[in-house]
C-alpha cells in the first residue's frame, strides 16, 4: 500500500511553509533517511528526509518558490508500478528537525513530534491548527470526535456537528459568518495613494512570525521596563585576560556569555524564581521553572530569530560562548532546526552591538521577563570622591506585571549587576 507522507502540525503558529528545494521528481528510487524536499518556515529552513524506501508515486505540486500547507501530502511512496490513490493510503507525518525518530511509530500515527506539540498524537489524530481552535471555542473534545476527512481526519464540519452546530455557515474573527459558498472577490492593488507612487512587499516569513509574537505579548502581558547600569570594568579586565585561550578553542568570548551565566545564577536564587516562571491563564496557576534555557535575539536577513542554549546553569561560560556562536552562526545562514528556538524560559535582547542604550524590549510571551542590553561606554563617575573613567554597561529589565512587582524586578536586576561587577564569582571555565 502507498505511504502518504504529510507536512503536519509542529505547533509553534505554524500553519506552511514555502519549498525552497526539490530533491526528488516523481518516479524516483529513494532510501529511508534520504533528503526529499528543503522547506522554509517562519522559523527556520528544513531538509525532510524520506520516512522510508520506495518509488515516489507523487510529489506535492507546488513548485520551488510556492507555499505547502500543514496537512498536505508532500510524496507519496510505494511499489514500482503502484498507483497511488489520495485517501486509499497509509498516512504518516514528517519527522520535527531535531526530535528523536527512533520510535516510529504505526500506520495513522504521526512520527517524532516533540512533547506537547499535538495533544491527539498518541490517538493517531491528524488535527489542523483551524480545527484544533474550532473545537476550542466550541468546547469539543477532538479525541471523541470522528473524522470524516481523508485518512480519518477530523474536519472543521466534523467539530461543528459533535458541538451541534450548523455547518453551512464558517465563523470569521471579527464574530460575523459568512456562507462557505460565498464566492471570492477579485482584490484590486493600487501602484499609488493619494500622495505619489508606492511599493508594496508581501508581509510573510520571519518578519510576520515576529509580528504576531509581538503582538501576541502586548495583549498578553501587563509590561514593565526598569532600567539600571553596571559597572562591568573589572569583567573587561577578565575578558581580556580570557579571550586568548577562548580564541585557541575557535571560540569568540563575548560580554553576552558572562551577561547570560549572571542571569541564570540570579534567577537560581529562590528570591527571584518569579522571574523564570509563565503564567497557565487556563489552568490559573503560575508555572515555575526548574531549568534555564535562555533565549537570545539574532538579527539576520530574513528578520529576528531567538535560538535558546539550553541547560546554562550546567554549563561554564566557555561553553555557553561557544554555543551562541554556533548558535548565531546556524540562525544567519538559516540552518537553525525548530528544536533550537524553543524551550526558552528567559530571553535576552542585545542591540549594543549596533549602538543604543537604554530600550524597552519586549517580553518573549509566554516567558516572565526579557532583558536589553545596550551598548558599553567609557563614562566618568564617582568612586571614593573621586571622578574616574569605568567602563558602564546599560540593562533594561522588562517584566509581566501581572507576575512581577516592581520591587522584585528591581531586587533582580540588582542580583545580575552585582554577578558583573564581581566577575571573581563567574569563573569562565
Known sequence: MAYEFRFPDVGQGITEGVIVKWHVREGDAVKDDQILVEIETDKAVVEVPSPKSGIVLMRHTSKEGQRINVGDV???IGQKGEKYVPGKAVSSAMPVPGASNEKKKDAGAVVGFLPGSMSEVDKGIFVMPAVRRLAAELKVNLPAVKGSGPGGRVTEDDVRKAAGVSTTVTTLQAGAVKPQSEEPQIKVTKKYDFWGMVRREPFKGVRKATAEKMSLSASKTAAVTNMDEADITDLSGVREKAKAAADKKGIKLTFLAFIIKAVVESMRKPVHNMVNSSLDEAAQEVVIKD????????????GLLVPVVKGVNAKSILAIAGEVQQLAEKARSRKLD??????????ISNIGSIGGTFFTPIINYP?????????IADKPVVRDGKIVGRKILPLSLTYDHRLIDGAQAAAFLNTVISYLENPKNLPVE
Open 291 to 302: 531549568y534555564f534555557n535562555i533565549g537570545f535575539a539574532v538579527a539576520t536577513d530574513a
Open 367 to 375: 516567558e516572565a521577563a526579557i532583558l536589553g542590553v545596550g551598548k
Open 338 to 347: 525548530m528544536a533550537d528556538m524553543m524551550g526558552g524560559t528567559f530571553t
Open 74 to 76: 508532500i510524496v507519496a
